[in-house]
């Protein structure tokens, strides 16, 4: 597109002929099969994911309800003209993503906690019903009241959640999870890998069901002994490509070409860590081209996870964005 789209009114997402969503959701590829890496080609599947797009999106909001001493925006307030371009940022990414003519899926990373806010939840539940939508999914501490969700179509949306020892009570944490578990939703749930946090860790595994995956982050600026890695690796299996930043520079990834990490004002950047803008999504001046990565280190999972080197679109085929593996299984 050469010229600036024009603002159009939010279509009404969560009302749709179903039978027809239906058969084209039967037609589509299963959601998350576009992300399945350099496996074998597939001429039937290539054909359906022509085009296909992931986007991470970012907007304004940088508010959060929590106050985690690990995190540099907890318990900060957005005003409310913040939370209006907040708002009307998100809507403008909905009617973007709505009037696609190819395969998109979209993760929400906001800097503060989304789903306590109307708009996150609704913009969830109406991508969730566009047949060429392959994924919505947000990352969460999962604080709010999870009854929205059976609006959504739980085929194509998915929850990352992060547990926050210390901000809520382990009970109604695990209830909420039970909740998921309970509608069908698909989630995994992970903790930052401090070691004050162990026990918690320990204890969520124990007790959310098996086919939920449990992932550790390494903390921030925290080295790990073999010894204390290897207790954390007994939780997550794959704790290891958390623990040690990856090195990008000059390899392939496919952020810039078929991920991409977009701002509020539609600002195009390969990834949230590289600051080299590349377009902007609504004026038709970004065009996807695969570059390798210019950073030195990657040590982020929303970014490695798209770097070639590392495989793990095989690992989470199916699960990229809502970081669910293959597996599904729990850690031995």
Not at 295 to 300: E, M, N, Y
Request: net charge positive; aromatic share 8%; glycine share 10%.
């Amino acid at each position: 597109m050469n010229e600036r789209e024009r603002p159009r009114e939010l279509p009404v997402l969560t009302v749709h002929d179903r039978a027809a969503h239906d058969r084209a959701a039967h037609d589509r590829a299963a959601p998350g099969a576009c992300d399945r890496g350099d496996t074998a080609p597939d001429r039937a599947a290539a054909g359906r994911d022509a085009g296909h797009l992931t986007v991470l999106y970012r907007g304004p909001l940088s508010s959060c309800d929590y106050d985690c001493p690990y995190c540099p925006f907890a318990k900060r307030r957005d005003d409310p003209a913040r939370l209006r371009r907040d708002r009307a940022a998100l809507e403008r990414f909905t009617r973007w993503a709505a009037e696609r003519d190819h395969p998109v899926s979209v993760l929400f990373t906001p800097w503060g906690e989304g789903l306590v806010r109307s708009w996150y939840r609704r913009a969830m539940v109406g991508l969730s019903h566009l047949p060429h939508v392959r994924r919505v999914a947000i990352q969460t501490n999962l604080s709010c009241r999870t009854g929205w969700l059976g609006e959504a179509d739980l085929g194509t949306l998915a929850l990352w959640v992060t547990y926050h020892p210390g901000q809520v009570g382990y009970e109604r944490f695990l209830g909420r999870c039970r909740d998921l578990t309970g509608m069908g939703v698909r989630f995994s749930v992970g903790v930052v890998g401090l070691p004050e946090h162990l026990d918690h860790a320990r204890r969520l595994r124990d007790d959310l069901p098996a086919e939920v995956y449990l992932w550790v982050n390494a903390a921030e600026g925290h080295s790990y002994t073999d010894a204390e890695a290897a207790e954390w690796t007994r939780l997550d299996p794959l704790f290891s490509y958390s623990r040690t930043p990856h090195r990008s520079a000059g390899r392939p990834c496919r952020t810039g070409d078929t991920v991409i990490s977009v701002d509020g004002e539609g600002t195009v950047r390969r990834c949230h860590f590289v600051p080299e803008v590349l377009g902007n999504l609504y004026d038709g001046t970004f065009r996807p081209r695969a570059r390798p990565c210019p950073a030195a280190l990657c040590d982020c999972h929303i970014g490695y996870v798209h770097l070639e080197p590392t495989g793990l679109y095989d690992v989470f085929a199916g699960g990229i964005l809502e970081r669910v593996p293959a597996f599904h299984g729990r850690a031995r």
